[in-house]
């Protein structure tokens, strides 16, 4: 299958998802005033994935910025990622956050008490810009 | 030449300075002003908050804010068939980012010359305050927004905030959690979710107001703040 490249923008984050490599990068910022287009093809494109999944799975969340309603998505986007990982399937998630950034580091924590997967909490230090 | 009674004179300006207003818009709003706004927030914050954790609060803040504003007042403007001076005034949501500053530590005075400036009375006097003096960790940050919402809508806006203004720290956990695990995704906006976030970014530090107008509507502002 296709795999997913778009490039960040202001608003919306840079995505690789690769179903030959089974790794899956969205980083950047994420505040779109409708999530629902940004997001749709993304969970579109999970379902055909899980399908014929890669023999493992990593999902990588480095995000700098983001909003409630794409919250309710990267949600989402785990949710498909717990069903591939119910069904046996290796699958992974690193949520990057920076070390003072505490509230990004919070939301980590409550995805984590949402859904049934492995999210691995990586603490960056971000040099400033 | 006198300024004509009718423009804003030198106080707004001493205003703005001596309540530390950083930041301040006040006009029609579409996601592409949002996205400069966002942007032309985090440039002021880089040069004038030295702390990255209360500057990436404080955006996230406006992001959410900002848009709440904006979700409200386009759902307002298209069930609406108003003359255009109305229309004009509920497009137009209003932002403000200040910061509050402790009990000044430096205070000078400074005398205006009465005949030097025409639109500044004799009796003005300018407040400097060193915000050099303030140590960082004591900084707080408001963020005021304002717009228009309908009567029936400012009902239900109020004992939504105020019901969660009685929660708990661990109770707005709770719903925070509850609202972002909704079965159904939303299709425009983040169905109350922002308020949620928002009150637990804040510490519950969130306020209201609410301000009745003619044409039943009202107008709707939230104080919060940050640190």
Known sequence: ?129 | METPSSLPNAEIYHQLIQDHVLFTYNGEIDGELIDMLVQLAEKILKKSCSKLKARKRIVNVLIESLQNTFHYTNHLVNSLTQDSQTLKAIKSPFLILYRELPAPVVEAEVEIDATSTQTIEATSTIEVTEAVAVPEEEENYWILTGNWVDNANAQRLKSRIEELQDLSEDELQEQYIKSLNKEILPTAGGAGLGIIDIMRRAKRQVFFEFRETEHDFSVFMLKIKVN
């Open chain 1, 1 to 129: 299958m296709e795999s997913i490249v778009i490039s960040g923008t202001t608003k919306t984050p840079e995505v690789n998802f690769d179903s030959a490599t089974g790794k899956l990068d969205i980083s950047g910022r994420s505040i779109p005033e409708n999530s629902y287009q940004f997001y749709e093809p993304l969970l579109s494109w999970l379902d055909q994935y899980a399908n014929a999944p890669f023999k493992q799975t990593l999902l990588t969340f480095k995000l700098d910025y983001f909003n409630t309603s794409s919250s309710m998505y990267i949600l989402g986007i785990l949710k498909k990622l717990e069903k591939l990982h119910l069904a046996g399937n290796k699958t992974e998630v690193k949520w990057y956050y920076d070390s003072d950034d505490e509230d990004m580091l919070q939301t980590g924590e409550d995805l984590k008490q949402i859904v049934k997967l492995p999210i691995d909490m990586v603490e960056i230090d971000q040099e400033e810009a």
